[in-house]
Nanobody
Framework: QVQLVESGGGLVQTGGSLRLSCAAS????????MGWFRQTPGKGREFIAS????????SYADSLKGRFTVSRDNAENTMYLQMNSLKPDDTAVYYC????????????????????WGQGTRVTVSS
């Protein structure tokens, strides 16, 4: 089964940018639909973006469209999340996730449908 490790989180000022990475191992990365979620204390996981197996189709949360961009490099077994114009409300732990057994699906936006999760990387946006 695939293992996922996020990196790239940290402290950034309002208006700044960060790029998160999600490195996958132990699996054929291109077989997985991938997603990004985030979570803050006391709240459930919030969907950010999903990307299809080949990277040609993406889906975003409406509230984040235009600021966040998901991409993947199947040759490098890595997915990315480029985050721009960051706001204090973007402060959260960010998780990547993978799912494989979704016949007919191209992207997946709901967290219960993901099978594998990384440990998370913390992003803090200071005001």
């Amino acid at each position: 089964q695939v293992q996922l490790v996020e990196s790239g989180g940290g402290l950034v000022q309002t208006g700044g940018s960060l790029r998160l990475s999600c490195a996958a191992s132990r699996g054929v990365f291109s077989n997985y639909i991938m997603g990004w979620f985030r979570q803050t204390p006391g709240k459930g996981r919030e969907f950010i973006a999903s990307i299809s197996r080949g990277g040609d189709t993406t889906s975003y949360a409406d509230s984040l469209k235009g600021r966040f961009t998901v991409s993947r490099d199947n040759a490098e077994n890595t997915m990315y999340l480029q985050m721009n114009s960051l706001k204090p409300d973007d402060t959260a732990v960010y998780y990547c996730a993978a799912t494989i057994n979704r016949p007919g699906r191209v992207v997946v936006t709901s967290d219960p449908e993901y099978d594998y999760w990384g440990q998370g990387t913390r992003v803090t946006v200071s005001s």
